[in-house]
């Protein structure tokens, strides 16, 4: 019950709340990976970075296949440490116990695209989506590394198919951007409307790359 009442807390966005749960939820069961992953979880998403990695650690030691702690400890690198080197081995730990993990895939080619390594981002990002062809985020990531490219037409391709699934902020905007790329004005300019009836912030930045063309 302290478990779930984590995380439903968790999901509600309340950590501080969702921590003494777990912690309780932990203490009733000490050996229990699910309990401590979650604990490790809820530092992380209060960017308690030292906690975080060693809960993980502690699952890992009790659960050396755990998927849910090599990526968490992976998560903890790339988003707080901001060290997408050190993240990218960390998720090569997790494909190596499952090739076919959706998670440590896709933040795999993110990582590349964060170091600007776009060539070696697309075979992760492809293999996410193929294992989700649903994959938003995903599609979306695929289509900015052939943005970075300037392989605008693959580009609008993939953020298209993402466009179809969901809009996002930032499927529109790059979107947009392949299209001044191309420099065609009129086209960029139906995402700029898109993403002023969301009253994105990011229709003032394409608004400013349209109006240099």
Same mark, same amino acid.
């Given at each position: ?24 939820a932990v ?31 502690k ?15 992976? =998560?903890?690198?790339?988003? @707080? $440490? &901001?060290?997408?080197a050190?993240?990218? #081995? ?5 494909? /190596? !116990? ?21 060539? =070696?981002?697309?075979?992760? @990002? $492809? &293999? ?5 062809? #649903? ?5 979306? /990531? !695929? ?26 902020? @930032? ?43």
């Open positions: 019950v302290y478990y779930k009442k984590g995380v439903a807390e968790n999901d509600l966005g309340k950590y501080n709340a969702a921590l003494a749960s777990v912690k309780k203490e009733l069961k000490p050996g229990s990976t699910r309990n401590i992953n979650e604990l490790a979880y809820t530092h992380y998403l209060l960017e308690n970075e030292a906690e975080a990695l060693l809960n993980f650690d699952a890992l030691s009790i659960d050396p296949k755990s998927l849910t702690a090599l990526n968490g400890r992976a =998560d903890v690198y790339r988003k @707080l $440490k &901001k060290d997408a050190a993240a990218i #081995k960390l998720y090569a730990k997790t494909l /190596e !116990l499952d090739p076919k993990n959706k998670k440590a895939n896709y933040w795999t080619g993110w990582c590349y695209n964060d170091q600007e390594r776009y060539n =070696d981002a697309i075979p992760y @990002l $492809k &293999k996410a989506i193929e294992i989700d062809n #649903k994959y938003v985020s995903a599609i979306t /990531e !695929l289509g900015y590394s052939d943005y970075a490219l300037q392989n605008y037409d693959d580009a609008l391709i993939q953020f298209k198919r993402s466009i179809a699934l969901e809009k996002t902020e @930032l499927n529109l905007y790059y979107s947009g951007l392949c299209y001044v790329g191309k420099k065609q004005k009129s086209e960029a300019m139906k995402y700029y409307d898109e993403l002023t009836k969301m009253k994105s912030d990011y229709a003032v930045k394409l608004k400013k790359k349209i109006d240099a063309l």
